[in-house]
């Protein structure tokens, strides 16, 4: 099994920045996809961005050029850096683990991210 551990969510003004951590742990193997995807209130989950063990990234449209996605793979963690923040950025976050290997997904618990004046 795979644990996630979330940090980095909170209050921000519009136009400010957050980051968002995630550390994964457990039976890790080394072909893996990591990422984030987020959930507004009365909207289905929805993908942010995600990275694979190869670096390779994929982001959603309303987010290119404002969130950048990385990983450090010695640490198993991915970070998410996100600028210019908007109102519709408010949701919950969540931390996203595909195990190629094991064919397997893990979710992390969730952190509130919310844009606001």
């Known amino acids: 099994q795979v644990q996630l551990v979330e940090s980095g969510g909170g209050l921000v003004q519009p136009g400010g920045s957050l980051r968002l951590s995630c550390a994964a742990s457990?039976?890790?193997?080394?072909?893996?996809?990591m990422g984030w995807y987020r959930q507004a209130p009365g909207k289905q989950r929805e993908l942010v961005a995600v990275?694979?063990?190869?670096?390779?990234?994929n982001y959603a449209d309303p987010v290119k050029g404002r969130f950048t996605i990385a990983r450090d793979s010695a640490k198993n963690t991915v970070y998410l850096q996100m600028n210019s923040l908007k109102p519709e950025d408010t949701a919950v976050y969540f931390c996203?683990?595909?195990?190629?290997?094991?064919?397997?997904?893990?979710w992390g618990q969730g952190t509130q991210v919310t844009v606001s004046s």
């Open positions: 990275i694979n063990s190869g670096g390779g990234t």
């Open positions: 457990g039976s890790i193997s080394s072909i893996n996809v």
């Open positions: 996203y683990f595909r195990n190629i290997v094991f064919n397997s997904i893990t």
